[in-house]
C-alpha cells in the first residue's frame, strides 16, 4: 500500500519518531514486565528455547498473568528445561497447569511434540525453510508440521498457530523475534544464526494494529496474516535489514504511553 501522510506531515518526520521509540523501548529496562526477561536467566541454547517457546505460547491476557504462569511453567520443569523434556514420558509426571485456555493436557502435548522435534534435530532446524511456503510463514508451517506429529487432542492445535488459515501467529511471531535478534541491546536473545532478522515478522497485536493504523502503515482492519503481510511492507522500507525493531515502537507506545 502507499504510505498515508498524518500528523507527522510526512514519511521521514514519521519514520524518525519511530527510530526514536523503538530506541527508548528497546532497553534491558523492557525486561523488567516483560515475560522475556524469564528466558534471560538460561544460558544454555537448548534451555533457551524450549523455556523461549513454552513462554511465549502462553503470552496473552495480563502481563503480570503471563509472567506468574511462566514461573510456574520453569518450576514445573525444575529449571532445566531440555533436561526434563528429554526424560519426559507422560502427563502423570505433571502437576496442574492452566493458563486462560493453555492447561495440562496442552502442556503435556507440547513436552511430546519437543522432545520429538529434539530426538530428530532441534527447534532451530525445525523452523526451516519450507520448499514450497516462503519465509517466515513456510517457517512456522514447518514447525506446525513437525509439532503436531505427536499424538494429541484436537483442542491443543490452537496453540499453535496456523498462517495456512490466515492467522497472524502473534507469538511464535514473539519467539522468532526472541530467538532470532541480535542480543546488542541486551533485550532480544539472538542465538539462532539460520534465520536473518529481514524475514521477522512483528508479533501483531492490538496495541501495534492499533498504532500501524493511527499511522497510515495498515488498512486493514483485522490483525490477520494479510494485515501483516500488508504493514511489513511498509516496516521494510524503513529497515530492510531489521524492520522488527518497530514492534518496540508499535507495542511500547500503547503500553507505555497508552497512545
Same mark, same amino acid.
Given at each position: /500500500?502507499?504510505?498515508?501522510?498524518? !500528523?507527522? #506531515?510526512?514519511?521521514?518526520?514519521?519514520?524518525?519518531?519511530?527510530? @526514536?521509540? &523503538?530506541? @527508548?523501548?528497546?532497553?534491558? $529496562?523492557?525486561?523488567?514486565?516483560?515475560? +522475556?526477561?524469564?528466558? %534471560? @536467566?538460561?544460558?544454555?541454547?537448548?534451555?533457551?528455547?524450549?523455556?523461549? *517457546?513454552?513462554? &511465549? +505460547?502462553? &503470552?496473552?491476557?495480563?502481563?503480570?498473568?503471563?509472567i506468574?504462569? #511462566?514461573?510456574? +511453567? +520453569? !518450576?514445573i520443569m525444575d529449571y532445566r528445561p531440555h533436561d526434563f523434556i528429554m526424560d519426559y514420558e507422560n502427563i502423570r509426571q505433571l502437576p496442574k497447569f492452566v493458563h486462560r485456555t493453555f492447561n495440562t493436557i496442552d502442556l503435556d502435548? /507440547?513436552?511430546?511434540g519437543l522432545?520429538?522435534?529434539? @530426538?530428530?534435530?532441534?527447534?532451530?532446524? &525445525?523452523?526451516? !525453510? %519450507? $520448499?514450497? %511456503?516462503?519465509?517466515?510463514?513456510?517457517?512456522?508451517f514447518n514447525f506446525r508440521s513437525k509439532i503436531l506429529n505427536v499424538s494429541h487432542e484436537k483442542r491443543s492445535e490452537k496453540h499453535i498457530a496456523n498462517? *495456512?488459515?490466515?492467522?497472524?501467529? !502473534?507469538?511464535?511471531n514473539m519467539f522468532?523475534?526472541? /530467538?532470532?535478534?541480535s542480543s546488542e541491546k541486551g533485550v532480544d536473545i539472538g542465538i539462532w544464526k539460520t534465520i536473518d532478522p529481514s524475514e521477522l515478522y512483528i508479533p501483531l497485536d492490538v496495541h501495534s494494529g492499533r498504532n500501524a493504523r493511527l499511522f497510515g502503515l495498515l488498512k486493514r482492519n483485522q490483525n490477520d496474516w494479510k494485515a501483516l503481510e500488508e504493514l511489513m511492507v511498509n516496516l521494510k522500507r524503513f529497515d530492510s535489514k531489521d524492520p522488527v525493531k518497530y514492534d518496540f515502537a508499535l507495542f511500547g507506545l500503547g503500553v507505555f504511553e497508552n497512545f
Open positions: /500500500m502507499e504510505f498515508s501522510p498524518n !500528523k507527522f #506531515g510526512n514519511e521521514k518526520d514519521l519514520i524518525d519518531f519511530l527510530n @526514536q521509540k &523503538a530506541i @527508548q523501548y528497546e532497553t534491558p $529496562e523492557y525486561l523488567n514486565s516483560d515475560p +522475556l526477561g524469564l528466558v %534471560h @536467566q538460561f544460558k544454555e541454547k537448548k534451555d533457551i528455547e524450549i523455556s523461549g *517457546l513454552l513462554i &511465549a +505460547l502462553i &503470552a496473552w491476557g495480563n502481563r503480570k498473568s503471563i506468574k504462569s #511462566g514461573e510456574n +511453567l +520453569l !518450576k502435548f /507440547m513436552l511430546r522432545k520429538s522435534i529434539y @530426538q530428530n534435530g532441534d527447534l532451530e532446524d &525445525a523452523f526451516s !525453510k %519450507h $520448499e514450497y %511456503h516462503k519465509g517466515i510463514y513456510g517457517r512456522i498462517p *495456512l488459515t490466515n492467522s497472524s501467529c !502473534k507469538r511464535l522468532l523475534r526472541w /530467538m532470532v535478534r
